[in-house]
């Protein structure tokens, strides 16, 4: 590819627009590139994805991150996953990382890949935040995929898989490898760096309660009816597996994404630190 290939654009720099993904043109992503960035050097800057929840709010998260990317010198990712790609009016296939013939784990790596061919990021290793829905997708694409993550932070997912080899997918993970073709791998999951976020005051139970949605399954409520109940679950289940995890909650915050960004720029900042000493 030429240098002049290379060079960014006035929509590829600061808050760019929205970009369809080669891999699969139903799905786009927009990025943010600090304004220190520049065409002409070699340097490699480290990513962070960061995955919107139902709404579908990407832009915004990218814009909430946009200080934390001048910073850090980090460029941020975020991700679009409409709804109804699998039916007219679904909302959640996402979350779950693959359903029918739809693996968005693939989708994010296929984003990942286009913003490399473009702009200079560390892309075989990130940093990877979801709230909600994206709390959902973030610590199932950790499952599968350690090996690509610098760290993990969860937050708040209504909907949880544990780390259960007695429980079949999504409420466990017995059957992990039929499903996805990949074995968990514990060793390199407690390499990751890991935080769960949450308001202190996220109790709502009608959307993660519903036994008539098409996600649930038997198993899904054992471990709580809220989600501050069913995280505090997965940080024990977690850490009796030998990975360590940062919990934050947050105090006086309901579920509000955009209320818990300081605890995650903050973890994410401490795990940047971290890799610049040690040298991964």
């Known amino acids: 590819m030429s240098q002049s290939a290379n060079r960014l654009s006035f929509y590829e720099r600061g808050a760019t627009t929205m970009f369809a993904c080669q891999y699969d043109s139903r799905f786009s992503f927009c990025a943010y590139i600090p304004q220190s960035y520049k ?28 200080d934390f990317a001048e910073a850090t010198g980090t460029i941020i990712l975020a991700p679009l996953f409409p ?22 784990d693939h989708i994010l790596l296929a984003m ?3 913003l490399s ?22 610590h199932r694409f950790y499952y599968l995929h350690p090996e690509r993550l610098l760290g993990v932070s969860i937050g708040a997912p209504g909907i949880i898989t544990y780390l259960d080899s007695s429980k079949p997918f999504y409420v466990g993970t017995k059957d992990l490898e039929e499903v996805f073709g990949k074995k968990l791998d514990l060793e390199e999951m407690q390499r990751v760096s890991v935080q769960m976020v949450i308001g202190s005051e996220d109790n709502e139970t009608w959307e993660i ?72």
Request: net charge negative.
């Open 117 to 138: 061919e473009k702009v200079r990021i560390k892309k075989e290793q990130f940093l990877l935040f979801g709230f909600s829905g994206g709390g959902h997708f973030a």
């Open 209 to 280: 309660n519903n036994k008539a949605s098409a996600h649930w399954i038997e198993g899904t409520d054992a471990y709580g009816q809220t989600r501050l109940e069913r995280l505090a679950a997965l940080r024990d289940n977690y850490e009796r597996e030998g990975i360590g995890v940062r919990y934050d909650v947050v105090p006086g915050v309901a579920h509000d994404g955009s209320m818990v960004l300081t605890e995650v720029k903050d973890f994410f900042t401490h795990v940047l630190a971290n890799t610049k000493v040690s040298g991964r």
């Open 112 to 114: 990942i890949d286009q």
């Open 83 to 104: 709804a109804g790609i699998v039916s007219p009016w679904e909302v959640s296939s996402y979350k779950y990382i693959k359903w029918d013939d739809i693996r968005f």
């Open 39 to 66: 065409d002409e050097e070699e340097q490699e800057w480290p990513l962070a994805v960061v995955v919107h929840g139902t709404a579908r709010t990407a832009q915004a998260y990218r814009d909430a991150f946009a």
